[in-house]
Nanobody
Framework: QVHFVESGGGLVHLGGSLRLSCVGS????????IGWFRQVLGKERELVAM???????NYVDSVKGRFTISRDNAKNTVYLQMNTLQPEDTAVYYCNAALNRASWGPGTQVTVSS
């Protein structure tokens, strides 16, 4: 059973940056397509960035040019570099396999103050 643990969230002012990390275990990490998701109060969980096993990347329009997803298979880790953060980015951020998903963990809270 694959399992992911998120870290790196915190409180940042408008325009600041954070780098989230997602460490996977229990599967063949290099074969997985992995996504970063976020859930905002009162809204559905949203896929914001995805990195495929071939290292190709996709982003939701609202974060294009500001967020960068990357992976280091030797460390079983996927990263989300978040720049020029806006209050609208405030959410709990989760990572998971994009298709055959594990159960959702607690995520990591990102709060952007104005």
């Amino acid at each position: 059973q694959v399992h992911f643990v998120e870290s790196g969230g915190g409180l940042v002012h408008l325009g600041g940056s954070l780098r989230l990390s997602c460490v996977g275990s229990g599967g063949v990490f290099s074969t997985l397509d992995i996504g970063w998701f976020r859930q905002v109060l009162g809204k559905e969980r949203e896929l914001v960035a995805m990195i495929l096993s071939d290292d190709s990347k996709n982003y939701v329009d609202s974060v294009k040019g500001r967020f960068t997803i990357s992976r280091d298979n030797a460390k079983n880790t996927v990263y989300l570099q978040m720049n020029t953060l806006q209050p609208e980015d405030t959410a709990v951020y989760y990572c998971n396999a994009a298709l055959n998903r594990a159960s959702w963990g607690p995520g990591t809270q990102v709060t952007v103050s104005s």
